[in-house]
């Protein structure tokens, strides 16, 4: 009597689940439309209005940021005296009556005596603020769109049928729209990883600076790559703008198709 009872509850709670779940999926359905005839619409305005906004449309060249590594002074060399000198660079004897083949130089520098880790006078060598002020707006951005293809997807994967031989045409709409989904979905993740990987970059080029202060290549690199960046981020928002544009374009052009798939009267067709 008692496995009947366990059996009773077991088929009880399963039904209930069962429901809760057919629940979830309608709410995700309702979500999904109502994200894609509403709000898909305001985010590509929001987008577009970004793009023309003062602070997306700044020259390259106004992107620079100061990097605080101090340039060495020039070589003063020492003579055998003790007393300084700065010119020519001939060869003179040494106590041997040799010629020196190199001079003992001194260079106003950070570096600590006995160790190799170089101090920067004026601290740390800081982040440019104005790449970071964008990307602060851009990063919530592109999550977003991870989140919304994310709700499509599951929305467009509930409305498709059961496996079935024939009238099939509707399933491969859904099937091709679902393939959009996924495309723009693995695109914004790439845009995500950009940030980390700027930063990256951008820490290597400073550290080769801290390292080597008296070569000007290094830092004009890390102007270069300032400049990228922002093109990059100005292309990142056009992006995430033409890709809001496409699938509301694609899905609700389609839309009868993804929601009823397969219609009762396909003998109609014949």
């Keep these: ?4 009872y366990d059996t009773a509850e077991r ?10 779940v057919k629940d979830l999926k309608e709410e995700m359905k309702g979500e999904a439309e109502a994200l894609l005839l509403h709000q898909f619409p305001a985010r590509i305005l929001q987008l577009e209005q970004l793009l023309q906004s003062p602070e997306f449309n700044i020259r390259p060249a106004e992107c ?44 106003q520098t950070g570096e600590v005596a006995g160790t190799k880790i170089l ?8 982040l440019n603020q104005r790449i970071v002020k964008l990307y602060d707006v851009v990063k919530p951005l592109i999550s977003q769109l991870i989140n919304d293809c994310n709700l499509l997807k599951m929305w467009i994967q509930f409305l498709i049928p059961k496996v079935e031989d024939g009238n099939n045409f509707g399933v491969g709409i859904q099937e091709d729209c679902l393939s959009e989904v996924r495309t723009v979905e693995v695109e914004a993740a790439a845009s995500l990883d950009q940030i980390s990987r700027y930063h990256t970059a951008r820490g290597r080029m400073v550290s080769k600076i801290a390292k080597y202060p008296h070569i000007e290549d290094f830092r004009k690199a890390v102007d270069e790559l300032d400049e990228k960046t922002l093109i990059t981020i100005r292309l990142t928002i056009t992006e995430l703008r033409n890709n809001y544009s496409t699938l509301h374009d694609i899905i609700t052009k389609n839309l009868d198709k993804i929601k009823l798939p397969r219609t009762s009267n396909a003998q109609n067709l014949y």
Aim: contains cysteine; aromatic residues 2%; proline residues 9%.
């Design 64 to 107: 620079h940021a100061e990097i605080n590594v101090p340039r060495p002074l020039p070589i003063t060399s020492v003579d055998n005296n003790g007393e300084s000198e700065e010119g020519t660079s001939e060869s003179r004897p040494n106590e041997n009556g040799e010629p020196e083949s190199a001079r003992v130089c001194f260079i």
């Design 119 to 126: 101090a920067l006078p004026g601290g740390t060598v800081g």
């Design 11 to 20: 088929v009880s709670a399963s039904n209930s689940g069962n429901n809760k």
């Design 1 to 4: 009597m008692e496995a009947l």
